[in-house]
């Protein structure tokens, strides 16, 4: 057995044991990996999203498990100090040794760090770790509290303005300090760098262009940085992100050849001038440069491992460098020379500065290849061009086309059809899979859908961002085997939600037997059931009373199940608006029955801890004081949410509250593939939060402004505008055409933001649907709405008046008991189920 | 907590020596599921009106330990007829009591009989 020990575990290194522990040869090797932080190792490209995480385990690579379950002995927080290559052995920082075959240097970079008077003052910090975050982070909170918010960053390269963000996301004012005249100098030209700031300065951040710092300034800590040109700037933070320099002192200190400007040297099988000792990632020096990019240390990684395993794969000739990201919230991508200039090169540029957008693309002369290019603004064409340029492939007759879109005629992609590529085409630099491996995977019947091909390829699976043309490859290479890709509901019913639908309408399918008789098969699960119920409910507007048991658990018991298995309950107060009496009845009701009493995101009220034989009951005494059932346990509408409105606001336009009421009473019981929320808001203050809805009004001069598809919740959305300055009357119609065109074309549990990003065409083509009534059945869809709103009734009435019905809610069939086996704990001077 | 699954212990229709009535049929709903109580234990009876089959399970879901699985949803995976939880959606085989989402836990089952419109459950004690 050979032993291999590697030194460092970030991404790399990390890239380099999952390569070697999925190597055929795997048990010839004996693995220990030396990491000097003392989390295993994590994804830095995404650091900046530590903030946002509630756990620095969500960025790790891999757990400690993995490294156990796959035989590699793990040694974070120990350091090694020195490599003897004579005895072939390590030494670490407790004076242990270990002895090695191979040696395996990732031990990466350090941030650079330039001699500046009083860099070493407190407030200066490095951004590279968890460690720096956390303590940038805690000095921030220690700024905050006295006042100050005012940060820097020096360095407007990519990983600066990552840290810029990361800075501005902690609520400081946050300025960038760069030497160069432009910003990103490796990757954008001049025009490319003004797009980007003017962009980053329109988010209140400020950029300082061709500065070089002088002099760190202040007392207890910083407080400014003179400039050479005598400028200065204030500031009560500042972040260094100028560069990286290897961490090659290591392989100084034993001897092994290293480049002028740091780094080790390595060949084309990434060995160092030592054989038995190889170097990967940032710190190694291959041909003459540093990669500070993760898909090249990637492909080191790769190599590396394939050699010791007595392989024969080399490192690419040329290092790529084309990289595509969001910075700042602005979509940049740089690839191939984005700066070229001579005369057997053509550049095409265009620039939109209303919309924020920079595109460049480097052509030769007689417009048959690309060589490389700049996106500020919008990178949707990335993947595309870089396929043309690094295939080497020929262009449209027209290459601006590239950059413009075909104008006039139908928009094509330049690519043809994804099928076009050569099958050396790399689609995903991260994990080096090319388009034959993608095909492959499938035509050998080994994958059928997009999750397989992640799974067995890996394509896809780092930074996702060749997620679209995997997916694209996935569908093309399906259909030219003959296969329709198609996303049926499940086992029971080979249809789409869509199809079942069209189904259930056409024939006049009334129960669900009917429909497992003729469409599907089985008995039916808990997938199809629930599905099948919302569509009977949006065709035929039925409660969940009529076929109770396919409704989903909530709606079998039009309640919310809770933790311990009791429920809670939520009536309906439309727009949020209610009078002291009720207010007062559903206090007594809660004290009553002893409920756990909490209001609601929605504006409402939520009584906790009710046991199923108790239901109806609280239901009886609500609805005897005018309540309804709120449908907080239902795929339906919930609430629409409003702020005060012109009633009572100095500032409202128009009567929020009144337009939400009416909504609300107009869409009650509206069951939908997927929750739905709206809100009215009585100006563009926004106090209901109607963009983070399905659908949301906001008041302007002259009327509404209707925006759909947002939502809260994992994946925020903000909805965007169908329309503007819509009378109270038009609003609705709209509302009606846009609620049944989505209720009828949806996917099973896909809210309307997802929705939307599905649909082909996206919101032009939903506009044109709901505004312009492109498809012609803008009447029909108001009809279908009028007919649902007309049948509505509340359900809990329905099943209280029901002695059949009411049979549900008994504990047992065969005892008058009920359940005891339910433990309440207190808290704060109310009740909660015992903790799991 | 454990203590609650030692009282549940699958019953092998040969092996029950007391059958205990339950209900008369029309008690129990159709292609869902009710609860009934047997001294200490709380049992979940499942009628499949598509192969007129009824299934017998403990009413607690030993995921979480809570006593819910009555109130899940029915159906069939591969034809095997299961539960799910309404908690958590974990489903379990009906005729086995086995997991099948691959996880460890499993629930118990129990033999039923139906008799001149009268359901009846088989135990061991």
């Not at chain 1, 593939?673 to 209901?688: D, M």
């Not at chain 2, 809570?66 to 159906?75: F, H, K, N, Q, Y």
């Amino acid at each position: 057995m050979k032993k291999v020990i590697v030194i460092g575990n970030g991404m790399v290194g990390y890239k380099f044991c999952e390569k070697l522990a999925a190597h055929p040869l795997r048990d010839q090797f004996e693995v220990v990996v030396f990491g000097e932080e003392f989390r295993p190792a994590y994804d830095r490209v995404h650091l900046s999203e530590y903030f946002t995480l509630d756990s620095a385990d969500k960025l790790l690579l891999a757990s400690r498990d993995w490294y156990a379950e796959n035989n590699i002995t793990l040694r974070t927080g120990e350091m090694i100090t020195s490599i003897e290559t004579e005895t072939k052995r390590v030494f670490t920082h407790k004076h242990d040794y270990f002895e090695y075959d191979y040696l395996i240097l990732a031990t990466g970079s350090a941030p650079f760090v330039p001699s500046i008077k009083g860099v070493d003052k407190p407030g200066v910090f490095v951004y590279r770790t968890i460690e720096d975050l956390d303590a940038i982070k805690d000095y921030a909170d220690k700024l905050k509290q006295e006042g100050k918010f005012k940060a820097s960053v020096l360095g407007g390269g990519l990983l600066g303005l990552e840290a810029a963000n990361a800075a501005k996301e902690l609520g400081l004012q946050t300025d960038v300090i760069e030497f160069a005249p432009r910003l990103m100098p490796r990757q954008l030209d001049k025009a490319a760098s003004d797009m980007l700031q003017s962009k980053i300065e329109s988010l209140g951040m400020k950029i300082h262009l061709g500065k070089n710092s002088k002099e760190i300034m202040g007392e207890a800590g910083i407080e400014k940085i003179d400039f050479t040109d005598e400028t200065s700037l204030q500031t009560d933070m500042l972040i260094i992100s100028a560069g990286i320099r290897p961490r090659d002192e290591l392989a100084v200190k034993c001897g092994l050849r290293t480049g002028e400007r740091g780094g080790v040297y390595v060949n084309n099988k990434m060995e160092t001038s030592d054989p038995a000792i190889y170097a990967i990632g940032e710190v190694a020096l291959y041909n003459n440069g540093i990669y500070g990019l993760v898909a090249p240390g990637y492909e080191m990684a790769a190599v590396a491992v394939d050699q010791i395993a007595g392989g024969e794969k080399l490192m690419s000739p040329s290092i790529d460098m084309s990289t595509q990201l969001k910075l700042v919230g602005t979509e940049v991508a740089s690839f191939g020379d984005p700066f070229i200039e001579n005369d057997e090169v053509t550049a095409i540029a265009y620039e939109n500065k209303q919309r924020g957008v920079y595109k460049r693309i480097n052509i030769t002369k007689d417009g048959s290849k690309l060589l490389g290019g700049i996106m500020v603004g919008d990178s949707s064409d990335y993947n595309t061009l870089f396929q043309l340029y690094i295939n080497a492939m020929k262009l449209p007759e027209n290459p601006e086309d590239l950059i413009l879109g075909s104008r006039g005629g139908e928009s094509k992609s330049a690519l043809g059809s994804v099928l076009d590529l050569p099958d050396t085409a790399q689609i995903c630099s991260c994990e080096a899979v090319s388009k034959g491996t993608i095909c492959d995977s499938i035509t050998s019947g080994a994958c059928c859908t997009f999750s397989d091909v992640v799974k067995s390829t890996k394509a896809s699976s780092s930074c996702g961002g060749c997620k679209p043309m995997v997916t694209d490859l996935v569908t093309a290479t399906l259909k030219s085997m003959g296969q329709e890709v198609k996303e049926t509901i499940c086992e029971h019913f080979d249809y789409s939600r869509q199809e079942m639908y069209d189904l259930v309408k056409l024939h006049s399918i009334m129960d669900f037997d009917e429909a497992l008789d003729r469409h599907g098969k089985g008995h039916g699960c808990e997938m199809c059931k629930p599905v099948l119920a919302s569509i009977f409910a949006s065709i035929y507007m039925e409660t969940a009373n009529r076929q109770a048991p396919i409704q989903d658990s909530n709606d079998r018991f039009l309640a919310n199940i809770q933790r311990n298995g009791t429920y809670s309950v939520v009536p309906r107060v439309p727009g949020g608006e209610i009078t002291p009496d009720k207010l007062m009845v559903l206090g007594q009701v809660a004290k009553k029955y002893d409920l756990y009493t909490k209001i609601t995101g929605g504006q409402r009220i939520d009584l906790f801890g009710a046991q199923l034989h108790e239901l109806p009951m609280i239901w009886k005494e609500l609805i005897d004081a005018g309540f309804e059932s709120g449908h907080a346990y239902g795929k339906s509408l919930r609430t629409v949410k409003s702020c005060v409105g012109s009633t009572w606001c100095r500032y409202g336009l128009h009567d929020s509250v009144s337009f939400a009421i009416r909504i609300e009473e107009r869409y009650k019981g509206l069951r939908s593939p997927h929750k739905l929320k709206g809100g009215v808001s009585g100006c563009i203050r926004e106090c209901a939060e109607a963009r983070g809805k399905d659908f949301g009004v906001i008041a302007v001069e002259g009327g509404w402004n209707l925006f759909v598809c947002g939502n809260g919740g994992a994946t925020p959305k903000h909805a965007i505008m169908l329309a503007e300055k819509l009378d109270d009357e038009t609003c609705i119609k709209y509302l009606d055409r846009f609620l049944v065109y989505y209720i009828r074309t949806a996917a099973p549990l896909q809210r309307t933001a997802p929705w939307l990003d599905k649909l082909e065409g996206g919101i032009d083509y939903l506009k044109k649907v709901v505004v312009e009534d492109s498809l012609g059945i803008a009447e029909e869809l108001e009809a279908e709405m009028e007919e649902l709103v007309n049948q509505y009734a509340c359900e809990w009435k329905e099943a209280i008046e029901d002695p059949q019905m009411m049979k549900r809610f008994k504990p047992f069939v065969n005892s008058e008991e009920t359940d005891d086996s339910l433990v309440f704990v207190p808290m704060r001077d109310q009740k909660m189920p015992r903790p799991w | 907590m454990e203590e609650l699954l030692k009282n549940y212990q699958s019953v092998a229709e040969e092996h029950a020596i007391n059958w205990i009535k339950v209900g008369q049929t029309d008690d129990f709903p159709e292609n869902a599921g009710a609860c009934v109580k047997y001294n200490a234990k709380q049992i979940a009876v499942y009628y499949f009106t598509r192969t007129n089959s009824w299934y017998a399970c403990q009413n607690l879901c030993p995921h979480k330990m809570e006593m819910v699985l009555s109130r899940g949803m029915t159906g069939d995976a591969q034809g095997i007829p299961k539960v799910a939880c309404p908690l958590h959606k974990k489903t379990f085989s009906l005729e086995d009591g086995s997991n099948l989402n691959g996880e460890e836990y499993s629930i118990a089952t129990y033999p039923v009989r139906i008799q001149e419109g009268n359901v009846y459950i088989g135990f061991a004690d």
